[in-house]
């Protein structure tokens, strides 16, 4: 979804834009927006310079080199 928009996304809009496309549904977990946004946290972390995404602002995410 990331990758559609073009630009920054925040995890909430991410996991309703992903369930709407039927990309993804929630297994049923309380909240699935802050599931999503410590699993890009943790990503970028591990990945350092060779993550996939990168945090753009407080809330938003995009994929790396698409700010």
Known sequence: VL???GEPMNCKAMVEAMGAKG???SP?????AATLY???LRHIRQH???AKFTK???GQFAL????
């Open 3 to 5: 990758a559609e928009a």
């Open 48 to 50: 350092g310079k060779q």
């Open 38 to 40: 410590a699993s890009l």
């Open 23 to 25: 990309y993804w549904t």
């Open 64 to 67: 790396a080199g698409k700010r």
């Open 28 to 32: 049923g977990g309380a909240t699935p």
């Open 56 to 58: 753009t602002d407080r």
